[in-house]
């Protein structure tokens, strides 16, 4: 027992990391997005997981002393993790850093106070600190000396990150055990560097199973390690000699064949359109087949059949040439069923409702147990229910005070805190089984926005409502299109839990260095980039995610308060909304009555990505399928798992590659040029 104790200890240098390296990674990345192209290559730190794997394995070399344990390991990759985006985990890409945190909040109120038509409505509506003062907004977005006053919007918007989602993470530990320990959800996400720090820490003959050349793991691995390395090493060339803008790995690992020419006779308004992602068919082996099986069945129902049908049936508008982007035409704009905004706005928040529902037992001792109600005591892995419930139940307290600031009544802020938290819930849901497909915090802008029109608050779109207006910039501040993609938010933060059952480290110590590395990122963040933006030329004037979290999500907030309208309706919008939670029910009721019945809702709330990567998934769902078919579980586990882990690490190093020559090229010399 003293042996387990000291061995699961915080390591003074494990939570200096956590400290230390969100401000290098936000300064290093914000380089690269500043100065480079930011869709091409984002950033340049932390190195891809296998390159610090690697690093660890030659320390160790060096001197058996400096050999990790399991626990440091698992720690060491939160850090890592949390402050590199989503798709660290997957292959090593840094897709989008810790720019999605300033940028879908402080960003849109200095881009809101600082272009038309937005400028004058939101000086004059949105009060400080919510807001900058204008002057500093006029520093921030055109470039200019930067008075102390920036920081108390900083400070704020550094508050608000640590609420709105550390005040999450309580929320997700309560859901841990349902979802990884009960459920047993793979969270796909997250497995390949799973595997890769599981392979780490087990030794074969004195070294780490992954460096084991004699072990067949290592050998798959290397080889398809080279290959995945070649393959986007290949694509990195590309990006640098096509005139292609943007360009770069992250854009050129799509690769496409427009067919639709050749079915359209036939097939009119089909979406037969082929994109292919090599890196995205490795990461959705990991996945369940009964997804990937709903993911194809949705398409071949609702981007084959139903647009052909619609079509010589007269009940769908058509032009030639609409079958290349015809899924987002039928699925979004035009007809009777949007699709794709079924699965959207009604099966996501379907599935946050079930995960409640089917687990509300659980949940409900929690807080019981946790507030004193029931007597006795409980903890998950190390953290007290107490801890847990007290947690959760202070971070709506917190973020209905915060959300008010923008003078915004009480019980609206509580419906608009709410809601977001049930949207967290759904996203865990979602990754528990899916890659990162998921919505935008503008989708569920637009629901609570209809929720409260319902209310009497205002009315339709263009509300034309000062209430209205404040209500969804504060909103959209919540994650506006980067939340989805930021591996620090709730949903990817809890697949942590996923590696750390994987390699037997107790939940509770990557919860504490999951909240320190957050504290640590939002304020270095939120108080930098200001700073970096008025020193280096302002916010209009340098590159960075603005063009996609900052203007688009203020677009989204115009068009439901003040400007042209949504192409949906808010009646259109809750139907969709209430369907989508119905049939989600429905379908887990019938799962539990029929074993044979394999339609998964979680392939139809991803649908709006998957329609377009219909050729990624089959192809996933094809060699999953053969080589569970031909060889078990066994060659699935011993073969195609090391094989897809390997492809992908290797496709990592050669963006990190990719981008290290661009900051040495680009970056470091158009920063030292402005110095």
């Given at each position: 027992?003293?042996?387990?104790?000291?061995?699961?200890?915080?390591?003074?240098?494990?939570?200096?990391?956590?400290?230390?390296?969100?401000?290098?990674?936000?300064?290093?990345?914000?380089?690269?997005?500043?100065?480079?192209?930011?869709?091409?290559?984002?950033?340049?730190?932390?190195?891809?997981?296998?390159?610090?794997?690697?690093?660890?394995?030659?320390?160790?070399?060096?001197?058996?002393?400096?050999?990790?344990?399991?626990?440091?390991?698992?720690?060491?990759?939160?850090?890592?993790?949390?402050?590199?985006?989503?798709?660290?985990?997957?292959?090593?890409?840094?897709?989008?850093?810790?720019?999605?945190?300033?940028?879908?909040?402080?960003?849109?109120?200095?881009?809101?106070?600082?272009?038309?038509?937005?400028?004058?409505?939101?000086?004059?509506?949105?009060?400080?600190?919510?807001?900058?003062?204008?002057?500093?907004?006029?520093?921030?977005?055109?470039?200019?000396?930067?008075?102390?006053?920036?920081?108390?919007?900083?400070?704020?918007?550094?508050?608000?990150?640590?609420?709105?989602?550390?005040?999450?993470?309580?929320?997700?530990?309560?859901?841990?055990?349902?979802?990884?320990?009960?459920?047993?959800?793979?969270?796909?996400?997250?497995?390949?560097?799973?595997?890769?720090?599981?392979?780490?820490?087990?030794?074969?003959?004195?070294?780490?199973?992954?460096?084991?050349?004699?072990?067949?793991?290592?050998?798959?691995?290397?080889?398809?390690?080279?290959?995945?390395?070649?393959?986007?090493?290949?694509?990195?060339?590309?990006?640098?000699?096509?005139?292609?803008?943007?360009?770069?790995?992250?854009?050129?690992?799509?690769?496409?064949?427009?067919?639709?020419?050749?079915?359209?006779?036939?097939?009119?308004?089909?979406?037969?359109?082929?994109?292919?992602?090599?890196?995205?068919?490795?990461?959705?082996?990991?996945?369940?087949?009964?997804?990937?099986?709903?993911?194809?069945?949705?398409?071949?129902?609702?981007?084959?059949?139903?647009?052909?049908?619609?079509?010589?049936?007269?009940?769908?508008?058509?032009?030639?040439?609409?079958?290349?982007?015809?899924?987002?035409?039928?699925?979004?704009?035009?007809?009777?069923?949007?699709?794709e905004l079924f699965g959207l706005f009604g099966v996501v928040i379907g599935l946050g409702l079930w995960t409640l529902y089917n687990h509300r037992r659980y949940i409900i001792k929690v807080f019981k147990i946790g507030l004193g109600i029931e007597e006795g005591g409980g903890e998950d892995e190390g953290l007290s229910y107490r801890t847990m419930a007290i947690g959760a139940l202070l971070f709506l307290v917190l973020g209905i005070l915060l959300f008010s600031m923008a003078n915004i009544p009480i019980h609206i802020s509580a419906i608009a805190v709410l809601w977001y938290l049930l949207t967290m819930i759904s996203w865990s849901r979602v990754v528990g089984e899916s890659h990162e497909y998921l919505p935008a915090i503008h989708h569920h802008q637009k629901q609570i926005f209809d929720f409260l029109h319902y209310m009497g608050l205002w009315g339709p779109a263009p509300a034309q409502s000062i209430l209205a207006y404040r209500t969804m910039i504060m909103y959209q501040s919540l994650g506006s299109g980067g939340l989805r993609m930021a591996s620090i938010a709730m949903p990817h933060q809890l697949k942590l839990y996923r590696m750390a059952s994987m390699s037997k480290v107790p939940a509770k110590l990557v919860f504490i260095i999951s909240l320190i590395t957050l504290i640590s990122a939002a304020f270095s963040a939120e108080i930098i980039w200001p700073i970096w933006y008025s020193r280096f030329g302002g916010y209009s004037a340098l590159g960075g995610l603005h063009s996609v979290y900052t203007e688009g999500g203020m677009r989204r907030t115009w068009e439901l308060t003040f400007g042209r309208p949504p192409t949906t309706t808010s009646e259109e919008r809750m139907m969709l909304t209430a369907g989508g939670i119905v049939l989600v029910f429905i379908i887990y009721l019938l799962r539990s009555r029929f074993a044979w019945f394999f339609i998964n809702p979680v392939g139809i709330a991803v649908s709006w990505v998957t329609d377009w990567w219909w050729a990624t998934i089959f192809l996933a769902f094809i060699i999953k399928y053969v080589v569970l078919r031909i060889g078990g579980a066994r060659a699935y586990e011993e073969y195609l798992v090391p094989i897809a882990a390997g492809l992908l690490a290797g496709y990592g190093v050669g963006a990190i590659v990719s981008a290290f020559i661009a900051f040495f090229n680009i970056g470091l010399p158009s920063l030292l040029r402005r110095l």
């Open positions: 027992m003293a042996e387990r104790e000291v061995e699961y200890r915080l390591k003074p240098w494990i939570i200096a990391v956590a400290i230390i390296v969100p401000p290098i990674a936000f300064v290093l990345n914000t380089i690269m997005q500043s100065f480079t192209d930011w869709a091409s290559w984002p950033g340049i730190f932390p190195l891809s997981w296998f390159l610090n794997l690697l690093i660890l394995f030659l320390l160790e070399k060096a001197s058996p002393k400096l050999r990790i344990s399991p626990l440091n390991l698992v720690l060491l990759f939160t850090s890592m993790y949390l402050v590199a985006g989503q798709a660290y985990a997957e292959y090593g890409l840094l897709q989008w850093t810790l720019a999605p945190l300033p940028t879908f909040n402080q960003a849109i109120f200095v881009y809101a106070g600082a272009t038309d038509p937005y400028r004058e409505i939101t000086r004059m509506l949105v009060p400080t600190p919510v807001r900058p003062p204008d002057s500093i907004i006029d520093s921030i977005y055109f470039g200019g000396p930067l008075s102390i006053e920036f920081i108390y919007s900083a400070i704020f918007w550094s508050i608000w990150v640590v609420v709105f989602i550390g005040g999450t993470y309580f929320w997700g530990y309560i859901l841990r055990k349902p979802l990884v320990d009960v459920e047993r959800l793979p969270f796909p996400g997250i497995l390949p560097s799973a595997y890769m720090t599981m392979w780490y820490v087990e030794r074969s003959k004195d070294k780490p199973k992954l460096f084991n050349l004699k072990s067949r793991v290592a050998k798959l691995f290397f080889v398809s390690f080279i290959i995945g390395f070649l393959i986007s090493i290949q694509d990195a060339v590309r990006s640098f000699v096509l005139p292609t803008l943007p360009r770069g790995i992250i854009d050129f690992r799509t690769h496409e064949l427009d067919i639709t020419p050749m079915t359209r006779d036939f097939l009119p308004g089909a979406f037969t359109r082929v994109y292919l992602v090599p890196p995205d068919v490795l990461v959705l082996i990991f996945a369940p087949l009964d997804m990937l099986m709903t993911c194809l069945l949705w398409w071949l129902i609702f981007c084959i059949i139903y647009p052909v049908i619609g079509i010589r049936g007269g009940w769908l508008p058509y032009r030639v040439g609409i079958e290349r982007y015809s899924y987002q035409y039928y699925g979004r704009l035009y007809g009777p069923f949007k699709f």
